[in-house]
């Protein structure tokens, strides 16, 4: 049996929305080189829904899997429903996480919230 | 595919598994029996020891057959422990870098009360042989130092250890799993008192392997039973596995000077080629290393990803970060040598097989380039060093 699902395979070698968004309005980083995952996510939103998102990863191929899924499930959401994204979510879209690795779908949806979050932070200062 | 994970474990050779099927087919009998097929088994069983022995430069009565490296390892950790213990001396010294099997052991007597010193490794994957000498104690019973790191590759100065433990008389235990069949290893003249070896790094079975103790030694029983292996290792013996590892052993040793010139070519090219790569660092001394080692260090990628994308491109290779482990850190043997966590976790090992060729070796070149290339451009990590945001290590 292969280590990773086909699911997981794929979006690892073909990651969706890779990149940077220069003029973003939410950008959120999650994670540390020490533990070998980095995860740093930028979105563009208008009028409350997700136009754009794009990502960088730093890290083992079902985290760079977990990323791009992510991407995949919020872009063109609400940003409350993007609010929603969990793990689980992410893991079950991908066909399942080996147990060890599931912490990579938590840095998804923490990269996600934290995006977010720099969005809300951003439109109160405003 | 380019299998460059050697180190992990070998293909076994044509002569190994004719050797193997032909002792499962003619001689099955246990070598305790006192019928022909059985008599016949205990001469392959003998023979068996006596090449093996002939093979490190000991006498065939100081070879016990094991399960492997790691059970060798064990039995003679052990056995280093107790001998000391019943002299009142209940101190161990090892290197910060040795194998689990080794580590792991050291742990569990450091429960039952033993005092245990890791010297230091060095940048270079060395450890010091005078600092070893100045860290032997009046307690110390064992030294237990590996011959060849499994990760690294690099060799250590095995004949100066060997040579300050018979001043001290304290018992010299190496694992030289990853030395045997790959460099010349001669306990007579290294002054070795215990070593560990695998089959199956030398193109032999997997779940067979041996360990030579000095005469004079009396080894401590890991598994009790019957008396083979003269009361020392209970077990009816693996008797195929045992012959097909000393087909594999005096195979590997009678080449090793052919091989070793060959796969020094390679491995240099493959060094100098992976080195054009920016801000990665070979890992471990560049001459004292086995002919078959290549590790490096890549900064801004991690080496789970890396060893993936390789493998898409027929490349079978290894690397010691986290993510490969299923634990947290990256490798003790990498941490060990000075590499901080960042970097380590984007280590690449490739150790290469006999017959590698100079396409493969640019091929691997190649690829690799590629993939750390590739990797970089999305990583979150170059991106903040190539901005100047973050240092580089490398």
Known sequence: MALYSEKVMDHFRNPRNVGVIEDADGVGEVGNAKCGDIMKMYLKIEDEVIKDVKFETFGCGSAIASSSMATEMIKGQPVSEAMKLTNKAVAEALDGLPDYKMHCSVLAEEAIKSALEDYEKRKQQN | ?394
């Open chain 2, 1 to 394: 595919m380019i299998y460059a994970d050697n180190a992990a474990t070998t293909k076994m050779s044509k002569d190994a598994i004719e050797t193997m099927v032909s002792v499962m087919n003619e001689t099955f009998g246990n070598p305790s029996s006192l019928y022909e097929v059985g008599q016949r088994a205990k001469e392959v069983l003998e023979q068996a020891r006596k090449d093996v022995a002939e093979a490190i430069g000991a006498q065939p009565q100081e070879i016990i057959f094991t399960s492997g490296g790691s059970e060798a390892d064990n039995q003679a950790i052990i056995t280093g422990a107790r001998l000391g213990a019943l002299k009142g001396k209940k101190h161990i010294i090892s290197s910060a870098f040795e194998h689990h099997a080794v580590l792991h052991t050291l742990k569990k007597l450091e429960k039952e009360g033993y005092e245990v010193t890791l010297l230091p490794v060095h940048e270079d994957g060395l450890i010091r042989p005078e600092e070893l000498e100045a860290a032997i104690r009046e307690d110390t019973c064992l030294v237990t130092i590996m011959y060849a790191n499994n990760e690294i590759g690099t060799i250590q100065p095995i004949r100066e250890i060997g040579e300050i433990c018979r001043k001290h008389q304290v018992l010299f235990h190496t694992d030289a799993v990853q030395a045997i069949g790959h460099i010349p290893v001669n306990v007579v003249a290294d002054q070795i008192d215990m070593l560990s070896s695998s089959a199956h790094k030398y193109h032999g079975p997997k779940g067979v392997g041996f360990l030579y103790a000095k005469k004079g030694i009396r080894l401590t029983n890991l598994i009790e039973g019957g008396a083979q292996e003269r009361g020392k290792r209970a077990g009816t013996e693996n008797v195929p596995g045992i012959a097909a590892m000393a087909t594999a052993v005096k195979e590997a040793v009678a080449s090793i000077d052919k091989n070793a010139k060959n796969l020094i070519q390679k491995r240099d090219r493959l060094i100098a080629g992976l080195k054009e790569i920016p801000h990665s660092a070979l890992n471990g001394d560049a001459s004292k290393r086995l002919p078959s080692n290549v590790n490096f260090c890549f900064e801004g990628i991690e080496g789970e990803s890396l060893l993936l994308l390789l493998d898409d491109k027929g490349i079978c290779a290894s690397s010691g970060s986290a993510c490969t482990s299923g634990s947290l850190d990256p490798s003790h043997v990498l941490l060990a040598i000075g590499r901080v966590h960042d970097v380590a976790h984007g280590s690449l090992r490739l150790s290469l097989g006999e017959d590698v060729t100079d396409e493969e070796v640019d091929y691997m070149i190649k690829s690799v380039k590629e993939v750390v290339e590739y990797l970089r451009s999305f990583s979150p990590i170059w991106r903040d060093l190539v901005a100047g945001k973050k240092q580089f290590i490398l």
